[in-house]
């Protein structure tokens, strides 16, 4: 039972991981894209 638990604890650290990268990511492509959008000007 506690085996179960740390697994899927562990699970969920690395779903949770997944998700910061993918929001810094996407952070950093929003900001590239604003720069972009400002060059054009």
Same mark, same amino acid.
């Given at each position: 039972?506690?085996?179960?638990?740390?697994?899927?604890?562990?699970?969920?650290?690395a779903?949770?991981?997944?998700?910061?990268?993918?929001?810094?990511?996407?952070?950093? #492509?929003?900001?590239?894209?604003?720069i #972009?959008?400002?060059?054009? #000007?």
């Amino acid at each position: 039972m506690v085996q179960m638990t740390l697994f899927l604890g562990e699970k969920q650290e690395a779903k949770v991981n997944k998700l910061k990268e993918l929001w810094h990511k996407n952070k950093h #492509d929003t900001v590239l894209q604003i720069i #972009d959008e400002h060059k054009e #000007d």
